[in-house]
């Protein structure tokens, strides 16, 4: 047990050193990309996961439906970066990395000054940062020759002092930022609304420096750290469903339709067990469980906190999180619009990047018409407009991506908005404190999710990763005797120890 956690009392700790070593059974709230990884880890582990899922499918942000005429619509239009080691390791360990699409190594961004035209910035096959520095020099379209000198030069502190001063630099907006390292404000203009919407939903102004900083440091330091790929499919069905077989197949359970009502105590203020909410009239049941796991987004954690775990320092550092709001919409066309088969940012005030998935994916591949997919970011003034109203002016938009096509002679034939008022946490200044370990004060209690700290941003490699590092956290304080050492330590991709820095 860590010190400073809060003790489960005498006759708890007896029980649990008489017991062990034993596998334990851990119930997991949530069943999005960290509690399905964290369970994954945990049957590696010799231990007995249960997932409780409050929806009917899995995934949380990455879930997937499928409407009435089979076409998949989803809560986000997804990017696998080269630069995601546990992500890639999760789909070797699950034997489908062939699932994964990976796109020519380039960055497309539409040029707003010429409808209808791209820039690119392609990376050559060169080793790391040469091909990223090639991509940036290369490009004339965006930044002239000064601009990228000036650039260059403002990177200079990161490059030298590397992540301790990206970490630094949390307490300013990139806009702040680049401002600070005389860096001319056309290079926000050009490059950076994009990219800062695209991470995290909001412009420069809003975002943490860390977030582009950190970024930045991973497609400049990985050869194939910015390499894109797409999933073949709906993620619900193409990823979610074999680590939920993987689960199930090794004793784990999975439990759809489950949603966490309260947690409760026992007198210690350990948690004495997950009260899950009757469906369709049925009664209120209580789940019993060694060990107990909240893998919920933090917004919904926070309102189901125990009123006596509020006063703890602990669980008050999540009142500096919260959800920002985003939009996904889909829409079908009657013909093609482009066939270019890789991410777009669109560099629209209304919209941030986008795809033709009927060229990107598999599974919705269409050689006559368009399905685009594309992410309406900063949200906040859109969340509670109609789906007709979000349409329309995503209609709008597009007559200047394509300007020949939109809106004549190309028609709409059907759309699907998908609204997720609180999605990944906002990631403004100040809130890599925030961010909570693995390990709570609560001895029989760990959190999971890509707000939890760990080296990557809110995104699938932050889900996946926080799930093995609470995994991680199990497996260690209760060892099995009879699985292979690896396993119970969970191992990491690499030694470095995961500390409070977000980034190695
Ligand atoms: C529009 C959009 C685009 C994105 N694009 C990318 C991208 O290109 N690349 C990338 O890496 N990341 C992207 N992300 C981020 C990525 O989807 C998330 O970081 C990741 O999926 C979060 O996983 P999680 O398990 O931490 O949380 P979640 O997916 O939110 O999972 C939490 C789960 O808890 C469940 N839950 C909540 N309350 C209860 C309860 N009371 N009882 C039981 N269960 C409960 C929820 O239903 C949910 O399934 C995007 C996200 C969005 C919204």
Redesign the pocket.
Known sequence: MSPGRISPGRSLVVHLEQELPHDMRVAI???????LSCAKYLVDAGHTPII????SV??????AWKDADGDWYE??????FGA?PNVLRLFQELGIEDRLQWKEHTMIFNQPTHPGTYSRFDFPNLPAPVNGITAILRNNDMLTWPEKIRFGLGLIPAIVQGQKYVERMDEYSFSEWLKKQNVPARVEDEVFIAMSKALNFIGPQEISSTVILTALNRFLQEKNGSKMAFLDGSPTERLCQPLADYVSDRGGEIRTQ????EMLLNPDQTVRGFLIRGVDGAADEVLTADLYVS???VD?LKV?LPESWRQLDYFQQLQGLEGVP?I?VHLWFDRKLTQVDHLLFSRSPLLSVYADMSNACREYANPDRSMLEL?LAPAKDWISKSDEEIVAATMTELEKLFPDQIPQPAKLLKSKVVK?PR??YKATPGRQKCRPSQITPIANFYLT???TMQRYL??????VL?GKLTAQAIASAHPRSDVPDSNNSVQLPTSKPVTNAATA
């Open positions: 709230a949530g069943g999005g990309l960290a509690g409780l899922e409050r929806q899995l995934g949380g942000k990455v879930a809560t986000g239009l997804h990017i696998f995601y489950a949603s966490l009502k893998a919920m987004p919904p189901m985003v996904n992410v997720t999605s990944v999710g890509d707000y809110a995104s699938m490699e932050g889900a926080s």
